[in-house]
């Protein structure tokens, strides 16, 4: 029977208690993303120029996190950043395993799985061919429930292919947790795969913060802003 205190604290209730959760969980996002820019900006992780990616494509900035493992305080803001995703948009309880994508995603997956006490893999992209000869180093158990642990997404392909390595040795790949997602299609080739992405931040969002407080110049911005809708325009002329 429901007590006349509880009837009375439901009434004075405009929200429940899981959307109001849900907007502080957005405001901690917006924080979080503020302070990890401010860090990559210090560290020189985010650089402006003409770069060509890894996926072949030219790009006006690059985002290196791989300088932000030696600084220990900038990586400790990603990793508790990227726990904060787990525990409040996937849930430590459906997780078994953490891997780490190589190589710029093993070292923010090893402080995760520490942070959340939870186990660790990670995926070779080739194949050791002395010993067992394993793609996947750790234990990998039949249905472990395994989140992927990455930097940032641009055409979602590494990851793609070591969830197929998972799977192909009977894991489970339903997420994935990364810091921002360059906006270049990587979240729409992701779900095609059957992976749900889960990011701190989008690229455009990260700009547009950091163009407002003046850790960027207007051209910089402009010249970012424009290659983003570019690339968005692209990917819907692609869809169409």
Do not use: C
């Not at 923010?108 to 006490?117: C, D, I, P």
């Not at 163009?211 to 911005?221: E, N, W």
Request: glycine share 8%; proline share 2%; charged share 30%.
């Amino acid at each position: 029977m429901t007590s006349k205190n509880e009837f009375y604290k439901k009434e004075a209730m405009i929200l429940g208690i899981d959307e109001i959760e849900k907007r502080v969980w957005m405001e901690e996002k917006l924080f979080l993303m503020k302070q990890v820019g401010i860090l990559l900006i210090k560290n020189d992780a985010i650089k402006f120029g003409d770069y060509i990616l890894a996926s072949g494509k030219r790009s006006p900035y690059y985002i290196d996190l791989r300088l932000t493992i030696s600084s220990p305080i900038t990586l400790d803001w990603i990793a508790n950043s990227l726990t904060r995703i787990v525990i409040n948009e996937i849930g430590k309880n459906k997780v078994d395993k953490i891997l780490g994508v190589p190589t710029a995603g093993v070292p923010f997956a090893t402080v995760v799985s520490q942070k959340l006490g939870i186990p660790m893999i990670y995926y070779r992209q080739a194949r050791k061919e002395h010993g067992v000869r394993k793609k996947i180093e750790g234990i990998l158990e039949r249905n472990d429930r395994v989140l992927i642990v990455d930097d940032l997404i641009t055409t979602g392909e590494s990851v793609i292919e070591a969830a197929e390595v998972v799977r192909d040795q009977g894991g489970i790949v339903n997420e994935l947790v990364v810091l921002l997602d360059r906006e270049q299609g990587g979240k729409e080739r992701l779900r095609a795969a059957r992976i749900e992405p889960h990011v701190l931040f989008n690229i455009s969002d990260a700009m547009e913060w950091l163009h407002q407080v003046g850790l960027i110049s207007d051209k910089v911005y402009e010249t970012v802003k424009n290659y983003i809708e570019e690339e968005n325009r692209a990917i819907q002329g692609t869809a169409s």
